[in-house]
């Protein structure tokens, strides 16, 4: 198939574009580069630097012909969302609104959205399974939840067959593609850079949550697993239909398991700062993933924390300053 990657320049996006490559489709991606990495694209990638919020662009772009579209080109920083929430709602929303209608007068019949876990906010019961209720606590929550409210309508309305996968923490590398954000927020590579001497210490917000160590437990999942569940959900295209499902190992690690098995991998004693709660920060998020186990066959092969830890320590020994060292 010919496959639009937006977002392939980043994390996520730049893993799921090399293994389709793999797979043996041929794949477009589609990047602005803000907050991407040219150096991330794959090399038999053809790369389109666009912005989604270019409307026209996109349109003469789909309307080459695609075979479908992997969405992962969003904003997705907590604390930006909630001091510019305007950013969210435009990029975020008003993006996948022009690249939806492109999607349409292209006749492209097949999308996977890259969803989140912050549609749920803080919920009743763990593990969270997909019919749980709604309460985004922030702009970068609510504006996905706003893609997948789109989504599903623009499905029944335009044939389109369309999947979201609502992720919960992505971690781990896969050979030389791994994190390289800036700012850094996700738990592991900032572990990884006090390990490495780097910063002066890790950051635990909130020693006293109701969890065996007092700190918030986590669900980890391994890029390279994350990576097959895309590649499954775009073969289980169903025409009209929205399909949803949570994408998790479904277990929970705390934060200081986290930190203990990256002190067992890079055998370093990790230095740490304890501080207050983070405002919204619930005490456990785990996914319960057993639609997409059930429905898709999909399974995690990489569950340990430790393998984790390691192929994501192992990326950051090959770039200490990211892509660009």
């Known amino acids: 198939m010919k496959l639009l990657v937006t977002g392939g320049a980043g994390y996520i996006g730049s893993v799921v574009a090399r293994d ?3 797979a043996g489709h041929e794949v477009v991606v589609l990047d ?5 990495h040219r150096e991330a694209v794959a090399p038999d990638a053809r790369l389109v630097v666009l912005d989604l919020l270019d409307r026209d662009d996109l349109m003469e772009l789909l309307g080459e012909g695609f075979d479908g579209v992997l ?26 609104l022009n690249l939806l209608e492109a999607m349409t007068a292209g006749k492209v019949p097949r999308l996977v959205f890259s969803s989140t876990c912050a549609v749920y906010g803080e919920p009743d019961q763990v593990p969270i399974s997909e019919t749980a209720a709604f309460r985004p606590i922030n702009a970068y929550g609510a504006s996905k939840l706003a893609v997948d409210q789109m989504i599903g309508q623009f499905c029944t309305a335009h044939d389109l067959g369309a999947v979201s996968l609502r992720y919960f ?11 390289d954000h800036d700012p850094e927020t996700h738990l592991i590579p900032n572990i990884l850079r006090a390990a490495h001497g780097d910063t002066p210490h890790v950051q635990i917000f909130g020693t006293d949550y109701p969890t065996p160590d007092g700190t918030a437990i986590r669900d980890y999942i391994h890029i390279d697993d994350l990576s097959r569940a895309h590649l499954l959900a775009l073969e289980s295209r169903r025409p009209d239909e929205h399909q949803i499902f949570n994408l ?6 705390s934060v200081r398991e986290v ?20 405002p919204g920060d619930p005490p456990i ?23 984790i830890v390691a192929d994501a320590w192992a990326f950051f020994q090959a770039h200490p300053g990211g892509y660009s060292q």
């Open 285 to 307: 998020l785990v996914a319960a993933s057993e639609r997409i186990r059930s429905e898709l066959g999909w399974t995690p092969k990489k569950p340990d924390l430790e393998e």
């Open 71 to 96: 969405h992962f080109a969003a904003l997705a920083l907590v604390g930006e969302s909630v001091d510019h929430p305007e950013r969210y709602w435009a990029t975020n929303v008003g993006g996948t």
């Open 248 to 253: 998790g190992n479904g277990n929970g690690f």
């Open 20 to 22: 389709l490559i793999a």
């Open 169 to 179: 923490n992505v971690a781990g590398a896969s050979g030389d593609l791994g994190e």
């Open 259 to 278: 930190i203990a098995a990256t002190q067992s991998v890079t055998g370093v004693e990790v230095p740490v700062q304890e501080s207050d709660r983070r």
């Open 32 to 36: 602005n580069l803000e907050r991407g």
